[in-house]
């Protein structure tokens, strides 16, 4: 039983680890970008297909739209003018591979429900959130594999100025770092370990 235990507690940190050394390619929280509305790029993304999004946050007297787990400045991704309904693409092209996704993507915060489509590779999801929803859209370490370069999207399919608002955006390389090799043969060699004692005991009383 105490060996079971043990077990189960070896491999359950090996994969907490291989996850939380995964190499980051992106990460932006649209913290250090400044406040604007109808803007075109904000730190690693940009605005395509002639669309505008909004970055919004405490500045411009909007950082209450950034709930939490939201927080600082977010993007609404429908912006604001001409051409509201954004389509927000990241500047990196992602070649092929396999990839850990995550992102905050919550309700407006206005009173109604809006929707967006995520894309990257074989990850396509399409999300409709009440105003006040803040977990639906809510990714961490979606495993994501692209067969062919391309980059990671975010399309608002709501009309109008009023959009979903997105924050925390990251993408890692699921290829383990050397040193989480190091942990994850660590941890196997401790998962023999356990179990060696209970086979030279059997051997031992036949």
């Known amino acids: 039983m105490k060996s079971t235990i043990l077990s189960s507690a070896v491999l359950a940190l090996m994969g907490a680890s291989a996850a939380s050394m995964a190499t980051p390619l992106l990460s932006e929280n649209f913290d250090a970008v400044s406040a604007t509305l109808a803007a075109t790029s904000a730190g690693a993304f940009s605005a395509v297909g002639g669309t505008n999004f909004d970055v919004v946050g405490v500045a411009d007297g909007y950082g209450y739209l950034c709930a939490a ?4 400045n977010c993007i609404d991704l429908n912006g604001s003018g001409g051409a509201p309904q954004s389509q927000v693409q990241s ?30 590779g074989d990850y396509n999801r399409d999300y409709t959130l009440a105003s006040g929803d803040v977990t639906s859209g809510i990714v ?3 495993p994501v594999t692209l067969t062919k370069a391309g ?6 399919e709501t009309p109008g100025n009023v959009g979903l ?12 770092e050397p040193g989480t090799l190091a942990l994850l043969g660590l941890g196997l060699a401790g998962f023999g370990f356990i179990r060696r004692p209970k086979a030279s005991f059997r051997r031992a009383t036949i």
């Not at 787990?69 to 600082?72: I, L």
């Not at 980059?151 to 608002?156: D, G, I, R, V």
């Not at 608002?165 to 383990?176: E, F, G, I, K, R």
């Open 151 to 156: 980059y990671l999207t975010f399309a608002s």
């Open 140 to 142: 961490s370490n979606a």
């Open 165 to 176: 608002l997105l924050d925390n955006v990251t993408v890692a390389s699921a290829v383990p």
């Open 91 to 120: 500047n990196m092209l992602f070649g092929v591979g396999t990839y850990l996704l995550s992102y905050d993507l919550i309700g407006s915060g206005r009173g109604q429900s809006d929707s967006a489509k995520v894309s990257f």
């Open 69 to 72: 787990p939201a927080a600082g």
